[in-house]
């Protein structure tokens, strides 16, 4: 039986750990946990993450919430997809930090207002489809001269960005069309075969699509 836990729901942030953990050829059983039905919210899971979010990792004794945690948790154990050096590391960091606060939540909330808010609001919709906007072409530019995002080598940070370019189609109609440096790198990644054995992952469960009363109270129990 595999040491490993991987607490798992087809969506932007446990995508990235997914990558992960396939980058890393590690073995590790896949626990679904399908939040349209609230199953985020049960003890069991609360007592692996509090905040009742996915993902969330269990290696053996050690329990680790937060997708952009996991990325770091497992890249400084296994020693793969984080420099050694000063230098390499501090971009890494630079770019992986700039992902995990600025273009996910960005992201997230971008897909929220514009796809699952039942009301219309014009202020937040233009608010963070914009920002959305602005991290891509930040990235787009990076990307012009360096084949990823921290420069020579691939990363967490390419890892991290892959879970929501996945997810581009959701806010913009053209997806990463008007980004083509990003487009290119979302291709390249998509293309290996870690990412490939992701979407076999994705293939293996039912999670439920339709997005209903029963839903919005438990992805926004807040709201009830």
């Not at 626990?31 to 053996?60: R, S």
């Not at 984080?82 to 939540?105: I, N």
């Amino acid at each position: 039986m595999a040491d490993l836990t991987f607490f798992f729901h087809p969506s932007p942030n446990p995508l990235k750990v997914a990558l992960m953990l396939e980058e890393l050829g590690l073995d590790y059983a896949v626990k679904p946990v399908d939040t349209f039905k609230g199953e985020q919210h049960e003890p069991n899971f609360l007592a692996v993450n509090p905040n009742a979010k996915l993902p969330a990792l269990q290696d053996g004794a050690v329990t680790v919430f937060d997708s952009n945690a996991i990325l770091l948790y497992l890249a400084d154990k296994h020693g793969q997809f984080l420099p050694a050096s000063s230098d390499g590391k501090a971009q890494v960091l630079s770019w992986h930090m700039f992902v995990a606060t600025g273009l996910s939540p960005f992201s997230g909330q971008a897909v929220h207002f514009l796809k699952m808010c039942p009301e219309d609001i014009p202020y937040a919709k233009n608010r963070y489809e914009k920002e959305v906007i602005r991290h891509y072409a930040i990235l787009d530019e990076r990307l012009k001269s360096n084949p990823y995002i921290a420069g020579t080598d691939y990363s967490i940070a390419d890892i991290g960005a892959w879970g929501w370019m996945n997810f581009a189609p959701y806010i913009f109609d053209d997806g990463l069309s008007r980004f083509p440096n990003v487009e290119r790198l979302f291709n390249e990644i998509s293309a290996r075969p870690a990412a490939q054995r992701v979407n076999a992952v994705k293939e293996k469960f039912e999670f439920k699509q339709d997005f209903d009363e029963e839903t919005q109270k438990a992805l926004f129990p807040q709201n009830a």
